[in-house]
């Protein structure tokens, strides 16, 4: 799993705002724990992997959901 | 390194406090237009001598760039009569800054059309406040209708699809609202509805043309059920009535949006184009970048607001006091409720303003020789 490159990341105190170009939908991610995992994601060789190495600041079952939300919107998709 | 969750605030209130940069911001190119829409909201008409230039432009394009904004509503005036439009335009694209602009079609002729079908990153918004012409003209102008619809079939043999037919919601066309929904779908469009504001000339038909509450009951509820109806966050003060609608359902002005003027002005939302509200100017030292991070007018305005006399309303948190221009423009106090509060809250503080409490307009680009349109009568 990795980042679209059809999006882009823009830092913010809360976490990000991530722009789908295609989509042109806007996404906010609401904690700097999940850009720091969406970012890793091209790292490692499965989201559970990168999930794993993780900063503990959420569970593993709540950074699965929020990849799956992303990928529905596709802000992340499978590489 | 870690953040935890207690130690972020809450999404909306950070929004509330800014952001580094606007999530997206509006830009009129001209104040120049071949219409004179009774409504217009930046009192377009005539070109102004001192607006920015192609090279300025991309100056503020490349400050846009460097901000990360992913995306700019570009308007005027009617954006189309700049001669350099495309220049613009294509140089935003290449800067990874998306452009979706509106227009009242009359330029879009079939070259236009087939050159904006083969950009990336281009949305086109096509203004029309009538489902036909007999609703539509008169407050767009004489053979407007036929201009959007023309300017639609021209983006259809180009191939362009999912432009967006965008209408200001009136109490003459409130009751087209499916015949819109219907034009869109036939069209492959998509339909934008926003809210008629009392901004620019739009301050001279408001009273004529808003809504009745019993239409912004219905309006609320066809939105309710259609989330694919794109709105801009612009009804957010109808979300008191319920379930809140689509959106951050917040005003947004020098938080997380901004306009730039034709001549470089910066004012804290497209609906506020007066002096009261004017921040900065992209020409002065530091640019943009400068005035949207520290302008006092911004600052200020992310500070916590004064819920003032909707303090003790049980539906604050819903609307948040609605919106800052419609109230400004009606000369009710910015802490205070919205002059279309679903409840009627605003009533009260409409009845007691005077012409004093009114603002003077402080911009006005209409052509000289306007002559006041004779709207139809009120159904």
């Known amino acids: 799993m990795t980042l679209s490159s059809q999006v882009g990341l823009r830092p913010e105190p809360f976490g990000a705002l991530a722009y789908h170009f295609d989509t042109r939908r806007l996404v906010f991610l609401k904690s700097p724990g999940l850009v720091a995992l969406v970012e890793s994601l091209s790292q490692f060789a499965s989201a559970d992997e990168a999930i794993a190495a993780a900063d503990a600041a959420h569970t593993p079952s709540s950074y699965q959901s929020a990849l799956t939300s992303l990928e529905e919107s596709g802000v992340v998709c499978v590489r | ?379």
């Open chain 2, 1 to 379: 390194m870690s953040a935890s969750r207690t130690t972020v605030p809450a999404l909306v209130k950070q929004l509330k406090s800014g952001l580094d940069s606007p999530i997206c911001l509006t830009w009129e190119l001209t104040y120049a237009c071949n219409l004179e829409c009774v409504h217009c909201l930046s009192s377009s008409g005539q070109r102004d001598p001192n607006e920015l230039s192609t090279a300025e432009g991309k100056a503020v394009i490349d400050e846009l760039h460097d901000m990360q904004v992913f995306y700019i509503n570009v308007g005027g005036g009617e954006p189309l009569v700049r001669r350099d439009f495309f220049e613009l335009l294509e140089y935003a694209i290449s800067r990874n800054v998306g452009v979706k602009f509106s227009t009242n079609g009359y330029l879009l002729d079939e070259d236009k059309a087939a050159r904006l079908a083969s950009m990336d990153n281009v949305d086109i918004q096509l203004s029309l406040d009538g489902a036909d012409a007999g609703t539509n003209d008169p407050i767009r102008g004489e053979g407007s209708y036929a201009a959007v619809r023309k300017a639609m079939n021209n983006l259809n043999n180009a191939g362009f699809t999912g432009y967006k037919i965008s209408v200001v919601v009136t109490n003459q066309n409130v009751g087209q609202l499916d015949a819109f929904e219907q034009l869109a779908n036939e069209n492959g469009a998509e339909l934008r509805l926003t809210r008629l504001r009392p901004s620019g000339r739009g301050a001279d038909v408001y009273n004529e043309l808003r809504l009745t509450q019993a239409q912004q009951v219905d309006l609320y509820n066809w939105l309710i059920t259609r989330p694919h109806i794109l709105t801009g966050d612009s009804f957010f003060h109808l979300s008191a009535l319920g379930d809140p609608l689509p959106g951050l359902n917040l005003c947004g002005a020098g938080r997380v949006v901004c306009l730039i003027d034709p001549v470089g002005d910066v004012y804290a939302c497209p609906f506020v184009i007066h002096d009261n509200f004017l921040a900065g100017n992209v020409r002065d030292e530091g640019g943009f970048d400068h005035v949207w991070k520290q302008s006092d007018l911004f600052t200020d305005l992310r500070q916590p607001e004064n819920p003032g006399a909707c303090a003790s309303c049980n539906s604050y948190d819903a609307c948040g006091g609605g919106c800052m221009a419609a109230k400004f423009f009606t000369g009710i106090p910015i802490a205070g409720p919205d002059p279309e509060c679903v409840f009627g809250n605003a009533d009260e503080a409409l009845a007691n303003v005077t012409a004093s409490d009114i603002p003077v307009m402080t911009q006005d680009h209409s052509k000289p020789n306007r002559v006041k349109v004779t709207l139809g009568r009120r159904s």
